[in-house]
T-cell receptor
């Protein structure tokens, strides 16, 4: 069983839709949770960052972490064609210079105009 | 956020040649950098952890003689693919933890094509 499970999609939605992306994990030691957006042939771009449980909102994006359920979500409101990309969830245990991320497989999202 | 710069963005080389990829932290110091490899439509695969002033730590199955990593300063790590072969063709990405070590920032990636 993988440490982090993420539905690879692909997910296709019409412009303006609300998108929900999710990941589950098995290791309760994870404390730092991130969502990255990756366009084709580009490096991942940090979209949202959350420490421990809770919600964080940034513009059209909302990240939720439920540590009791080992479940994290990313919501995209009023989705735009420019949101079409692969979204990767990632998490790690500690905040040291050598702390590494564990990634989900990534969900490929297409927003159709 | 912190900026990680990676060059070149794309390189095409002949089989048997060596290719060097640079990764720089522009506005912060990074004692540790990470090198990933990514295949099409796949997630990132950690290759090695680069430590400033010491030897890199390679993941199981990654050939250290094939993928030479040097981290000579707090802002620069390099990955050299030695005697490249077509099977080394891939997308290589570097990253570093930001100043507070909470968030990981990525370079823009290097697409290597070996003919």
């Amino acid at each position: 069983q993988k440490e982090v499970e993420q539905d690879p999609g692909p997910l296709s939605v019409p412009e303006g839709a609300i998108v929900s992306l999710n990941c589950t994990y098995s290791n309760s030691a994870f404390q730092y949770f991130m969502w990255y957006r990756q366009y084709s042939r580009k490096g991942p771009e940090l979209l949202m960052y959350t420490y421990s449980s809770g919600n964080k909102e940034d513009g059209r994006f909302t990240a939720q972490v439920d540590k009791s359920s080992k479940y994290i979500s990313l919501f995209i409101r009023d989705s735009q064609p420019s949101d079409s990309a692969t979204y990767l969830c990632a998490m790690k245990r500690g905040a040291t210079s050598g702390s590494r991320l564990t990634f989900g497989e990534g969900t490929q999202l297409t927003v159709n105009p | 956020g912190a900026v990680v710069s990676q060059h070149p963005s794309r390189v095409i080389c002949k089989s048997g040649t060596s290719v060097k990829i640079e990764c720089r932290s522009l506005d912060f110091q990074a004692t540790t950098m990470f090198w990933y490899r990514q295949f099409p439509k796949k997630s990132l695969m950690l290759m090695a952890t680069s430590n400033e002033g010491s030897k890199a730590t390679y993941e199981q199955g990654v050939e250290k003689d094939k993928f030479l990593i040097n981290h000579a300063s707090l802002t620069l790590s390099t990955l050299t693919v030695t005697s490249a072969h077509p099977e080394d063709s891939s997308f290589y990405i570097c990253s570093a933890n930001g100043p507070l070590n909470e968030k990981l920032f990525f370079g823009s990636g290097t697409q290597l094509s070996v003919l």
